[in-house]
């Protein structure tokens, strides 16, 4: 079992601000398995924003590409996300996962079917 919690949320940033989410774990060994972010707009669906692997490499949804880095400390057991040149269509929830699957191909880790582990998801607000 993992706990996943998340952090760096809540209160408002304005566009063009930047944020840095992060990403607590606990039990399982933390280094064996791919970190995800997702994100939910009021009313739309859950969607990737980025992921990275055990061995550091990792893949970002176009919308976030160039904007958002996501990196992670094994010693400390968390994953980061940070957020630059943040924009309004940012605003979501932001939600931490964890995957113990391997493929070769990090496409895969966009589906959320792909993910054990959910954290509770903190909120970010870019006002214009």
């Known amino acids: 079992q993992v706990q996943l919690i998340e952090s760096g949320g809540g209160g408002l940033v304005q566009a063009g601000g930047s944020l840095r989410l992060s990403c607590a774990a606990s039990?399982?060994?933390?280094?064996?398995?791919?970190m995800g972010w997702f994100r939910q707009a009021l009313g739309k669906e859950r969607e990737f924003v980025a992921a990275?692997?055990?061995?550091?490499?990792?893949y970002y949804a176009n919308s976030v590409k160039d904007r958002f880095t996501i990196s992670k400390d094994n010693a400390k057991n968390t994953v980061y996300l940070q957020m630059n040149s943040l924009k309004p269509e940012d605003t979501a929830k932001y939600y931490c996962?964890?995957?113990?699957?391997?493929?070769?191909?990090?496409?895969?880790?966009?589906?959320?079917?792909?993910?054990?582990?959910w954290g509770q998801g903190t909120q970010v607000t870019v006002s214009s």
């Open positions: 996962a964890a995957s113990s699957r391997y493929y070769s191909t990090m496409t895969r880790y966009t589906d959320r079917s792909v993910y054990d582990y």
């Open positions: 039990g399982r060994t933390f280094s064996n398995y791919v």
């Open positions: 990275i692997r055990r061995s550091g490499g990792s």
